[in-house]
């Protein structure tokens, strides 16, 4: 069985059998003072959150709904590190429980196979110069079967059962994760962001690659992947060596 070894994640454990979004739940906690390391599990969702306004779809029984709180001494700018911190946290937690060895995709995707297999959504509240408090929402598809993904999905999805054939235990899946969150987030603490955007671009599916961004479906840039920097920005280097700071768009592999 996987222990729980955490030094902060799981300082304290909420569990819930249904809630409109833990984050929302991480939020409000975070608000009246919750340690660092607070998580809030819930069995279902009926109000999950994802990126840009969209919907988390929160089947009960079957996936991992989980929210954070972290209270990191930055600046709000800094704050996209922790994003790539928990993509970095779940690849490796899947790449430990089924040996498949998922990709990441900027800005915060884990695919297995070019298909969605996790979702990540960070909130935060802070100052002009200091972050108050980062939620980091993790979602992780692990037995979800093919019946039960919405149909208007954007892009395809899929779960770790889909993909090994075996069930995947949430409990212990939890443990992993919040032990390499903590892992990773003691290395932030000590030594900053290089190593975890080290690892996230090794892990990255457009690691050594050409890829086209394109924004409300017109390319905007072409070029090699040049990595991230420290505000969550892709970098990309363009034919004439110059270097593209993306912001926001759609990222195709070529
Ligand atoms: C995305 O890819 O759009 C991000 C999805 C994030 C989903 C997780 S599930 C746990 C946490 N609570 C939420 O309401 N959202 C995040």
Redesign the pocket.
């Known amino acids: 069985a996987v222990q729980l070894d955490a030094v902060v994640m799981g300082s304290r454990i909420v569990c819930l059998e249904q809630t409109a979004?833990?984050?929302?739940d991480a939020f409000r906690l975070a608000e009246q003072g919750a340690a660092e390391g607070t998580v809030v599990l819930a069995d279902t969702?009926s109000?999950?959150?994802?990126?840009?306004g969209?919907v988390?779809s929160?089947p009960p029984g079957v996936n991992l709904?989980?929210?954070i709180i972290l209270r990191p001494a930055i600046m709000p700018y800094e704050a996209p590190q922790l994003t790539f911190l928990s993509a970095v946290a779940v690849a490796r937690s899947i790449e430990r429980i089924s040996a498949i060895v998922p990709e990441i995709k900027w800005p915060?995707?884990v695919l297995i196979k070019g298909q969605k297999v996790a979702?990540?959504?960070n909130e935060m509240s802070a100052e002009t110069d200091a972050v108050n408090f980062v939620i980091l929402?993790?979602?992780v598809n692990l037995n979800m079967t093919a019946g039960q993904f919405p149909d208007d999905l954007r892009h395809p999805a899929t779960s770790i059962l889909l993909e090994s054939g075996r069930p995947v235990g949430r409990a212990g899946f939890c443990a992993i994760m919040l032990n390499e969150l903590d892992r990773l987030y003691a290395d932030f603490r000590t030594h900053g962001f290089g190593p975890v955007r080290e690892e996230w671009q090794r892990r990255c599916n457009a690691h050594g690659r050409e890829l086209s961004v394109s924004d409300g479906g017109s390319e905007v840039v072409r070029g090699m992947f040049a990595g991230i920097d420290g505000s969550g920005a892709l970098l990309v280097s363009g034919a004439d060596g110059a270097i593209s700071k993306i912001l926001s768009g759609d990222v195709r592999v070529l």
């Open positions: 979004s833990t984050n929302g969702q109000g999950g959150k994802g990126r840009m969209r988390w929160s709904y989980c929210s915060n995707d979702g990540l959504l929402g993790i979602g």
